[in-house]
């Protein structure tokens, strides 16, 4: 077989991502089936499209993209065709394809505007948020369970953040991104808690300076200070442990863990004096 060259590679790998992007919306799409009425015109189809994306119907929005780009390969509306088809994977709730999707697009189209304002590494980010598991209350909390999706979200919209400052979706994105630090703190507190529990403080210690260092301000500074100088204390670090509580004490007096941290610090062995 011929070796492909880049553009082709890229034409290939579109091709068959729209092709599983309408099978996927056929087979997976949450709203029923709603009929279709293609038209000979390339505006006319992809305005339909919109309509039924609006209607969230995104099965009938998928057809009539995929109509597009397979009659109307050389009409403008083909390449919004591509960005609306992933639109409708992710009305569908097919999230891991819609963000292949987005991707495939991005390359594809580097100075779209779409592409040019950070819309479709927004919505990477955010499918990627989406597919996180929720909490029923007949399985483990999400902090408990696998957080690859999150962790590829937080990349993603740190890569956003960056590169798109001056974008018309920054400030969804630094609220995605807190809430997506809120879900990270919460597993490392998980982690922490899980930990001490066990009897295994400095493992308790580990974690608890991870989410300090990285997820500052969202709710856990209180706690994970006083945790912290618990564990560096079990662990014979008493110079750690003053540290961790003065820190709690300083910036958080009016806390109820600020109370006890200074009657703990009372508790640490005397510093030992500094040799001359």
Avoid at 71 to 95: H, I, M, N, T
Avoid at 186 to 210: C, F, I, N, Q, S
Avoid at 261 to 276: Q, S
Wanted: proline share 5%.
């Amino acid at each position: 077989m011929p070796n492909l060259g880049t553009s082709q590679m890229i034409s290939r790998r579109i091709g068959l991502v729209l092709a599983l992007a309408l099978a996927t919306l056929a087979c997976g799409g949450r709203s029923g089936p709603t009929a279709v009425d293609y038209s000979v015109s390339a505006q006319k189809n992809y305005d339909r499209g919109m309509e039924m994306l609006e209607r969230r119907e995104w099965e009938a929005a998928g057809k009539y993209f995929g109509f597009i780009r397979s009659r109307f390969p050389y009409s403008k509306f083909a390449v919004l065709a591509e960005l609306r088809l992933a639109d409708s994977l992710f009305g569908a709730e097919q999230y891991l394809d819609a963000a292949e999707s987005y991707k495939v697009f991005a390359k594809l189209h580097v100075t779209h505007e779409l592409v040019a304002n950070g819309y479709t590494s927004l919505r990477i980010a955010e499918a990627y948020y989406k597919e996180l598991p929720g909490d029923m209350w007949i399985l483990p909390p999400s902090y408990e369970k696998d957080q690859t999706s999150i962790e590829e979200a937080a990349q993603e919209l740190d890569k956003f953040i960056e590169k798109f400052p001056d974008s018309p979706f920054r400030k969804r994105g630094e609220e995605l991104r807190a809430k997506v630090a809120r879900r990270l703190a919460d597993h490392e507190w998980y982690v922490a808690t899980y930990y001490w529990d066990k009897g295994r403080p400095m493992g308790t210690v580990l974690r608890l300076r991870r989410l300090l260092d990285r997820y500052r301000g969202v709710g856990y500074d209180e706690r994970a200070l006083w945790l912290l100088g618990r564990a560096y204390a079990k662990v014979d670090m008493p110079d750690r442990a003053r540290e961790a509580w003065g820190e709690l004490i300083q910036k958080y007096p009016q806390s109820g863990q600020a109370g006890d941290a200074k009657g703990a610090i009372a508790r640490l062995p005397a510093v030992a004096p500094k040799k001359p």
